[in-house]
């Protein structure tokens, strides 16, 4: 078992005098607005389609994190209206534009709008637009942390087999970036959607797969995949928002060299409908969302599960045996409307909801999933702020901290309940002694939430006893 190296041994004597070595309650989050995104005004030229201003607005894409850094895009706004990359520090200085877009929407050199997430390898960030180009349809392109050597590796619609409108975040492989775009070309504008292959000097563009025809509601594989892919050996894993079966799209695999494809569920409006989120693997089990639920699903395509209701839901990371994810509009109790941060385990269990957005001037509307560093998460929000055009966030969780405290005959031991779901569930375990060889038992009775606490009761009996908390 996986211990907490925060979470040192902990002391009682309980024969008669109660020795506490971590005393009084923690706090169990901190939420801190890094960059709130400026006000924006109507763009002279273009003022129903753009609104411009210094920095870039509606955020739809996670972060990237290098170092003390985290890489963003914007899909809108920035000085020419039609999006920025951005980076901030994490503590909140230092933001600057990393590369503005140009002004033109339909064709350019660069490209227009990227709502796509970065990738990073090296000093170079890698990324989508789609929208804009040499053909309107958007690009694929590359350009260093520092800003300087944009480049356009691939320029869509350049054929009649080509694909059209990039929308999530590429993927790595090798020397192999691996996307999807929601439409193709097939001699005429009728695909709906593709999956893509490009190297990160712009040659070798492949299409992988290409889905069924986009004027048929329902088909045998899905259509428009809006989301970045997932890889795992030599396979794709992904999602479509539209077709298949039911016409509520699917979930999918697919070979990096385009053979095997295989739809491992179909969604029918009831288990789910219209994913516009990536997948996260752990183990042969796939998770992601829909707009309102959260789902499991094996590899083989076994074993499909609606796992939560929750509201829109964007995609999901993984730590250890912990998914943490957001929803844009979560309702319920304690719920305000404006959207959340919540994790539960890869099991299913322990479903937390970690931070509640609560609206103007606050932060509120998160779109995007979530990166973690540390005890520390990092996101975006559409809307709220200073000004109402979104930002970027962290959410701060203290070490796990165990509190004993006396009451008459018997010891509390307390732990807070949102620490414990953001490390994914901890165990109270204790010892008599600590020379070796000593041995680790879980603690008795069951603990129980009380406001917001865990707390395991104790009487005071026996030998002194040593604490801890484990993952």
Known sequence: ????????????????????????????????????????????????????????????????????????TACNGGTNGTGTIFAVNTDGTGFRLVHTFSQNYGTNTDGVNPS????????????????????????????????TGFTVLHHFGITNTDGLTPSG?????????????????????????????????????????RFSNLFAETNSEGSRPWAELTLSSNILYGTTEEGGTNGFGSVFAVKTDGTGFKVLHMFNGTDGANSESGLTLSGNTLYGTTPGTVFAVNTDGTGFTNLYNIGSSAGLILSGKTLYGTSGTSYGPGQQGYGSVFAFNTNGTGFTTLYNFYGNPNMYSPYAGLILSGSTLYGTTLAGGTNGNGGVFSLSFPSPQLSINRFGTNVDLTWSSLVDA????????????????????????????????????????GPQRFYRLSQ
Do not use: C
Not at 424 to 447: H, R
């Open 1 to 72: 078992m996986k211990t907490l190296s925060q979470n040192l041994f902990l002391q009682a004597t309980l024969a008669a005098v109660l020795v506490s070595l971590l005393a009084g309650h923690v706090k169990a989050q901190t939420f801190t607005t890094l960059h709130s995104f400026s006000a924006s005004a109507p763009d002279r030229d273009l003022p129903i389609l753009a609104s411009t201003n210094s920095d870039g607005e509606s955020v739809y894409a996670g972060l990237v994190l290098s170092g003390n850094t985290l890489y963003g």
């Open 116 to 147: 796509g997430g970065l990738i990073l390898s090296g000093n170079t960030l890698y990324g989508t637009a789609g929208d804009g180009g040499f053909n309107g349809v958007g690009t694929v392109f590359a350009v260093n942390t520092n800003g």
């Open 422 to 461: 953001f490390n994914g569930g901890l165990s109270l375990q204790s010892t008599t002694n600590l020379i070796p060889p000593f041995v680790w038992t879980a603690a008795s009775p069951a603990p129980v939430i009380i406001n917001g606490q865990y707390v395991v009761t104790n009487a005071i009996t």
């Open 169 to 209: 975040s590429l993927i790595l492989s090798g020397n192999t970036l691996f996307g999807t775009t929601q439409y193709s070309t097939n001699g005429i504008y009728a695909g709906s959607g593709t999956v893509f292959a490009v190297n990160t000097d712009g040659n070798g563009f492949s299409i992988v797969h």
